[in-house]
């Protein structure tokens, strides 16, 4: 049976599909956010088969594969490829109302010409025709994001990291794409985390420096901020639950260093303080660097103690937190405004309670020649399908500007996510439309269209300060200097 995506997907009005289809449809993507590897971008990695290639790093689907009751040995243990796929497919069927029923459809589609509802009966068939798609010289993971349109995309990367593929990337006059690191500190933060001495070991090693104190590893890590610059490194990105910036007590922010460094466990106050200290000294490097902070907020994470010893983290065991105190943010932006420090600030939030808070308080930070410095970010996690993109894109509108919103990006370690900007651009043109044909805005297709373009692509590339597509190979020169 063929599937139910046609060239009207989601586009319910007659301003829809014209806003789609003449404006966002031919965009390109700047994907901002990604857990892709620089390595296989680096090497134009191909894969064997569509598990692996599909099933191998998507705890999405694996979520999903477990509450159908599917054995974890053919989620993500050593069962053949093909039974892991058949497994796949009978979740899939049961999936309808999951953005996953919609995403599925249209990755096998768009990558593999397939329109064919996927389930037990077609998985057999649909096996084959996709893995001789795969098996396609031209099928490896540059031209998949070549085909895509895939401009820039900005990957997650320690502070110890080399950045030797971004680097040989960079130096790449045939590759097209820019692929930048993206400075994330996530271990230099987790003060009691048991591997954080360890790290530190590490940094201190790299760094050609003994780190001792709170203030040597502020030095270390600055250091390291500016290497990653280097290699056109343009954003940081930190991960909370519900932090409290209001413990400003530099005294136990160095406690709690010191306890991390001896392998004992810091007070709450005391990671806290840490957590500020820290915060408030790496924002300072990114306005001074004119990078882009992202804050991740709101996600509780490894629930499962006995699924994190078997698997490790970002296995699919995490879950939306509590709510972020609403003083707690205003304390870390306030606090680093002040001093006249704040860098342009994209702020996510995993808890859907939290959008009008954030987006309240990110009107309050702003400043003259720049757009929405601080705003709310897309819908992150499990909000990233329908009903979720909309709900923030009209608690956007209700309270700032949705104009300078900057869009869209995967938060994905597949290949083959980059149907998910179409999916948003879909959902946004049918949210305009619908305020179109509904006369609560203006009936200017130009105009409207216009911002479409704006929130696709555009805005995300003004407000990382980078140059427009056609300058990437002089960007690239300017990297490799």
Known sequence: MKTFIDRNFILESEDARALYHSYAENEPIFDYHCHLSPREISEDRHFSNLSELWL????????????????????????????????????????????????????LQRYFGVD??????????????????????????????????VKVLATTDDPTDDLRYHRQMAADASFAVQVLPTFRPEKALRVASPEFRVWVESLGKLCSMKIDSLEALAEALAA?????????????????????????????????????????????????????????????????????????LGAVRNNSSRMFE??????????IGDTLPAASLSSLLNGLESTGDLPSTILFTLNA????????????FQEAGKRSKVQLGAAWWFHDNQDGMTEQMKLLANTGLLANFTGMLTDSRSFLSYP????????????????????????????????VKDICFRNAMDFYGLRQPGDSARQKEEIQK
């Open 353 to 364: 309670n939290d959008y009008a808070k954030i987006a309240t308080m990110a009107g309050c």
């Open 116 to 149: 064919e509802l996927l389930d037990e009966k077609t998985a057999p068939e649909i096996w084959e025709t996709c893995n001789r798609r795969i098996a396609s010289p031209d099928f490896s993971v540059r031209n998949i994001l070549s085909q895509f349109q």
């Open 56 to 107: 191998e790093n998507d705890h999405y689907k694996w979520r999903m594969m477990r509450a159908n009751g599917i054995a974890e040995r053919y989620i993500t243990g050593d069962a053949d490829p093909y039974e892991k796929f058949l497994a796949w497919a009978a979740t899939v069927s049961r999936s309808v109302g999951n953005p996953l029923y919609h995403w599925t459809h249209l990755e």
């Open 420 to 451: 998910r900007h179409e999916y948003f651009r879909r959902v946004l043109c049918n949210l305009v439309g619908g305020w179109m044909d509904r006369r609560e805005m203006s009936p200017d297709r130009e105009a409207a269209g216009a911002m």
């Open 224 to 296: 390291r901020a500016e290497f990653f610059q280097s290699a056109g490194c343009r954003g940081a990105d930190q991960s909370f639950a519900a932090p409290d910036f209001t413990v400003n007590d530099p005294s136990a922010a160095r406690e709690a260093f010191l306890k991390g460094l001896e392998g004992r466990a810091p007070t709450a106050y005391e990671v806290n303080a840490y957590e500020t200290a820290l915060m408030l000294s790496l924002g300072r490097v990114y306005h001074r660097l004119g990078w882009v902070m992202q804050l991740h």
């Open 310 to 319: 078997q698997l490790g983290p970002d296995t699919g065991f995490d879950s």
